[in-house]
């Protein structure tokens, strides 16, 4: 039976496979996202549904800053020749 990507991912969540789905998140990082959900939003998730539940929102802030990054190339590159000068003084 052939099971698409998003299943996958799915699974490995439930296989203790947290890190190949959200990469960048150190064990720090989602113990932290897991205190700050249960702090400020009253959820209380299991650290897998708190590392899940970060790479979700990391992964959205991601996407809208791509889509803007091509709607407004000329920001960002006018940030990056700003940001060059700075670190080259």
Not at 17 to 41: A, C, G, M, Y
Not at 76 to 85: F, I, Q
Request: overall charge positive.
């Amino acid at each position: 039976m052939k099971t698409c990507k998003k299943e996958e991912k799915k699974r490995a969540i439930f296989n203790n496979e947290v890190t190949t789905i959200v990469p960048n998140l150190s064990h720090e990082d989602i113990l932290r996202w897991q205190k700050h959900f249960k702090e400020d939003w009253k959820i209380e998730y299991t650290y897998k549904k708190a590392a899940e539940a970060a790479g979700n929102w990391l992964g959205f802030w991601n996407l809208m800053l791509q889509c803007d990054m091509k709607q407004n190339p000329n920001y960002y590159k006018e940030y990056a020749s700003r940001r060059n000068k700075k670190n080259n003084v």
